[in-house]
């Protein structure tokens, strides 16, 4: 079974729509993270979570919001979806050990298009 | 604050040839790295890591990574490539402290010709 699974993988939407993508984890990590791939872009990070109780913006944030509603669950919503939101959305998890070394763990991925 | 450049979006190689991947960073303190690969349709899997502890750092997949602070670099190699190896690297940067997130590259798409 993935230690981090994301849903849904692959989701078509309208301009204007509100949408959910979610993820959760069984590795037992206290942090979560949300990136945005786009081609010859690389990953940009959206939100993380260092716990339940942490919500941080990344440097994309603007058009997106998050929900930590467990340790294991970390939701990105579009609140009015536009096309250039339409990429690949990861999901990562990594520990807060002094042995993680900052390692992230990756979720399968999660590819929105906007029309 | 830290950053990340590879150099070249695109690699060719043929099968059985030598592959680099170049990566250099900035970071104002000492930092992990890291390698990711992604196939197609998946998502990134960790091919090796530089932590401080040794500055050739060996990975999964005959890969291996040689951190060279002089330089600012920690460049990916594998002596012979095979058709399995295609798929886009992507390096990563974090500052050697605990409440830090990663930092990526725009990654390079390695093609393997037969």
């Known amino acids: 079974d993935a230690d981090v699974t994301q849903t849904p993988r692959n989701r078509i939407t309208k301009t204007g729509k509100r949408i959910m993508l979610e993820c959760s984890q069984t590795?037992?990590?206290?942090?979560m993270y949300w990136y945005r791939q786009d081609p010859g872009l690389g990953l940009q990070l959206i939100y993380y979570?260092?716990?339940?109780?942490?919500?941080n913006k990344g440097e994309i944030s603007d058009g997106y919001s998050v929900s930590r509603q467990a340790q294991a669950k970390f939701s990105l919503s579009l609140e009015s979806a536009i096309p250039n939101q339409t990429a690949l959305y990861f999901c990562?998890?990594?520990?807060?050990?002094?042995?993680?070394?900052?390692?992230?763990?990756f979720g399968p991925g999660t590819r929105l298009t906007v029309l | 604050a830290q950053s990340v450049t590879q150099l070249g979006s695109h690699v060719s190689v043929s099968e059985g040839a030598l592959v680099l991947l170049r990566c250099n960073y900035s970071?104002?303190?000492?930092?992990?790295l890291f390698w990711y690969v992604q196939y197609p349709n998946q998502g990134l899997q960790l091919l090796l890591k530089?932590?401080?502890?040794?500055?050739l750092v060996k990975g999964i997949n005959g890969f291996e990574a040689e951190f060279k602070k002089s330089e600012t670099s920690f460049h990916l190699t594998k002596p012979s490539a095979h058709m399995s190896d295609a798929a886009e690297y992507f390096c990563?940067?974090?500052?050697?402290?605990?409440?830090?997130?990663?930092?990526f590259g725009k990654g390079t798409m390695l093609l393997v010709s037969p």
């Open positions: 990562a998890t990594s520990e807060t050990s002094s042995g993680s070394y900052n390692e992230q763990f």
């Open positions: 590795k037992g990590h206290d942090r």
């Open positions: 979570s260092f716990d339940v109780k942490d919500i």
């Open positions: 970071s104002s303190v000492p930092p992990y």
């Open positions: 530089y932590t401080s502890a040794a500055t």
């Open positions: 990563a940067v974090s500052p050697a402290s605990g409440y830090s997130t990663l930092t």
